[in-house]
């Protein structure tokens, strides 16, 4: 999510303190290519991961490049 210029935090919401301690790991993860690739596989960049109605206000851009 840091990757994409339009996110500038995200929140994490653990019930419990194991699943805090399991997302610490991702703080350190490197985005690769092949990750891009995968994300493109299944949500093509510039498009909603759901369909409906996007706000022109706040248009949709590829999370890298």
Do not use: C, F, K
Not at 2 to 29: E, F, K, M
Not at 49 to 58: C, E, F, I, L, R
């Amino acid at each position: 999510m840091l990757a994409n210029s339009a996110v500038s935090s995200i929140i994490a919401g653990p019930r419990t303190l194991a699943q805090w301690q399991s997302y610490l790991p991702a703080i350190d993860y490197t985005w690769t290519d092949e990750d891009e690739a995968l994300v493109d596989s299944l949500v093509p960049r510039g498009h909603p991961s759901t369909p409906g109605y996007t706000d022109p206000a706040y248009p949709l851009r590829p999370r890298r490049g």
